[in-house]
C-alpha cells in the first residue's frame, strides 16, 4: 500500500551525502587553487616540433609536488572535519572518507586540467619558431594520486584514535579498592 508522505532520509544515506559531497567540492576548490599556484612548463617551438628544456621539466616535476602537497593537506584536514562531524557510525564515515578521497583526487585533476592551459599541440602548430607554449596541467606520475587517500586516512586515524574509548552501560567500572598501607592494622590498634 503507497503513502503519499515524502521518504525519510536515514543516518547512513546523510553521512553517503555528507561525506562524498563534501569531498567531491573539497577536489574541486584544491583543482582551483592547484591551477593558480602552478606555473606550467612550456615547450619551445622548433622547425620541426618542440622541446622542453632542464628548467622546463622542473617545473613539470613542480606541478605534481604542488597536487601531493595541496592534496595531503585538503585531505588531512577534510576527514578531520568530516569524521568528527559525522561520528554517528565511525566505520561507515571512514569507509566513505576513503572512498570520498578517490573522488576528490579525480575532481582535483580534472579542475585543475579544465583551467590550465589548452592543448599544446595546436599551440605549437601556430607558434613562431623559438616561441614557448605551455603544456596541459596533468598530474605526471599516477602515484600522486595516491597523496589524497593517505591524507584522509591519517586525518581519520587522528580524529578515532583522539576519541576516550566509548563504554558500554553494562561494562564494569574499575574503581581503585584501598592499598594495603591505607588499611588499618589490627596489631596496631591499642585497646
Known sequence: MPTDQPRRIDGTERDVASVLGGLLVVGVLCGVLWSLVVTP?????????????????????????????IALVAGFLAAVVLVWWRSRDPLVTSG???????????????????????????????????????ERLDV???LVYLSW???????????????SPVRDP??????????????????GVSG
Open 140 to 142: 605526471g606520475a599516477f
Open 149 to 163: 587517500p593517505v591524507g584522509v586516512l591519517a586525518g581519520t586515524l587522528f580524529v578515532l584514535l583522539g576519541r
Open 170 to 187: 553494562g561494562d564494569p567500572v574499575d574503581v581503585p579498592g584501598p592499598t594495603t598501607a591505607e588499611t588499618p592494622s589490627a596489631t
Open 96 to 134: 566513505l572518507v576513503v572512498l570520498g578521497s578517490v573522488v576528490a583526487a579525480v575532481a582535483m585533476a580534472l579542475t585543475g586540467h579544465l583551467l590550465g592551459p589548452g592543448d599544446p599541440r595546436a599551440a605549437l602548430a601556430a607558434a613562431r619558431v623559438g616561441g614557448m607554449v605551455p
Open 41 to 69: 612548463a612550456a615547450f619551445t617551438k622548433l622547425r620541426d616540433g618542440g622541446a622542453m628544456g632542464e628548467e622546463q621539466l622542473s617545473k613539470q616535476f613542480a606541478a605534481d609536488g604542488w597536487y601531493l602537497m
